[in-house]
């Protein structure tokens, strides 16, 4: 199988920022399902998934297709 390439944002860290939030969280108890589907759906944009693709992976998909295609991750 080829190996998915790794890819580094340039906004790397505005995910690092999203991270640290969710783990900060966790550690108080909080609920960060959101967030992670959140960072979920940064990652399809930043590998560029269409939507209807990253919809397919998520079926419970927390932004509309214009949101999705809005979203400047890089």
């Given at each position: ?69 809005n979203l400047d991750i890089c």
């Amino acid at each position: 199988l080829k190996q998915l390439p790794i890819i580094i944002p340039k906004k790397k860290d505005y995910f690092i920022n999203k991270v640290e939030n969710i783990l900060e969280k966790k550690k108080n108890n909080i609920d960060t399902s959101h967030e992670e589907e959140m960072l979920d759906v940064l990652i399809f944009r930043l590998y560029n998934l269409k939507y209807e693709w990253a919809k397919y992976i998520n079926d419970g998909m927390p932004i509309s297709k214009e949101e999705y295609d809005n979203l400047d991750i890089c």
